[in-house]
């Protein structure tokens, strides 16, 4: 399992994107996942960074959450509002692992989103308490007179491809 702390160590220049991104939309990024029909479905989302981990926990009974259950695949896109992608553009995908039984990280997670924005949960069980497994990223960036393509997978580096 690929964890946000392995990945931001292997993929520093893609998880800065996304890092970047992820704040300036106040953590909002898009979710795709899988109906149970095999159609994607793509839904709001705001995932967090805690303990190490890339976290993707909502509002309990939503759809999304049905489909992960059923089928773990996952792949979160920054919300882009700029269609010339001036601060760049990053996608992560994967599985998830449902750690409802992860008591002491959703303590903490609880903790960090009440001190961040006054949102307090610190006292509720959790439905689901999802895990990310980073199984790949890619960045977009304008550079000069051409876009950076970034992408990672786990084992192998960073690599950059540039488009005219």
């Known amino acids: ?6 990945f ?7 998880a800065a ?6 704040a300036a939309t ?12 095999g159609s994607p479905r793509i839904s709001p ?23 992960l259950l059923r089928d773990p695949r996952f792949c979160l896109h920054t919300a882009t ?10 996608k992560l995908w994967g599985t998830v692992v449902d750690r409802v039984d992860a008591k002491e990280l959703q303590r903490r997670f609880a903790e960090e989103l009440f001190a961040e924005s006054g949102f307090d949960i610190r006292d509720r069980p959790f439905d ?15 550079a000069d007179n051409h876009l950076e393509i970034t992408i990672w997978k786990p084992g192998h580096p960073e690599r950059v491809v540039e488009r005219d």
């Open 1 to 6: 399992m690929t964890s946000w702390a392995e």
């Open 8 to 14: 931001t160590e292997s993929a520093p220049r893609i």
């Open 17 to 22: 994107v996304f890092t970047r991104r992820h």
């Open 26 to 37: 106040k953590n909002l990024c898009m979710m795709a996942t899988l109906r149970a029909d």
């Open 45 to 67: 989302l705001e995932p967090r960074m805690s303990g190490g981990e890339l976290i993707l926990a909502g509002m309990p009974n939503t759809r999304k959450f049905d489909d």
């Open 81 to 90: 509002v700029d269609t010339m992608v001036g601060d760049g553009d990053a």
């Open 128 to 142: 689901h308490f999802f895990l990310a497994d980073i199984a790949g990223a890619s960045t977009v960036e304008v």
